[in-house]
């Protein structure tokens, strides 16, 4: 209830989404992460693809559910706003790394690109406009 009350509090960009968008949304995105990281993380285990294809996936994953904690646990704007940056950012090494051996897998994560790149631009903008 807090943490709903101080996130309703900070200014927003007018084109940002509805709260209860972003529920659906993560939904459909967490089935296609797990679909397509299970099978890098599958690969990476049969020893088909190396280590360094399979990191940018596990920082990746790191970072994704770190920026829960850093927006709405601490409440920090620059961390969540940093963190977000790094979520894009090893998403696409991820997708240029695994292009290489399964090509699906890189397509797959276009809506996640998609929607992290929407997300990155939005939180930078929270963070702006709350300075």
């Known amino acids: 209830m807090e943490t709903s009350s101080w996130y309703q509090t ?5 084109w940002a989404p509805a709260a209860w968008v972003f529920g659906p949304v993560w939904t459909a ?25 399979v990191l940018p996936f596990l920082l990746n994953l790191i970072f994704n559910f770190s920026f829960t904690y850093l927006q ?11 963190d977000i940056v790094l979520v894009l950012a090893t998403l696409i090494w991820a997708m ?18 998609l929607w992290v790149s929407f997300a990155t631009v939005l939180q930078l903008s929270i963070t702006i406009l709350n300075f």
Not at 96 to 113: D, F, G, N, S
């Open 29 to 53: 995105l967490y089935i296609l992460i797990a679909i397509s990281f299970g099978k890098v993380f599958l690969m990476a285990f049969r020893k088909e693809i190396p280590f360094g294809t």
């Open 96 to 113: 240029v790394a695994i292009y290489p051996h399964a090509k699906w897998v890189a397509y797959i994560q276009i809506p996640y690109l």
């Open 10 to 14: 900070l200014i927003k960009p007018s």
């Open 72 to 82: 709405f646990g601490l409440k920090n704007n620059f961390l969540a706003a940093a």
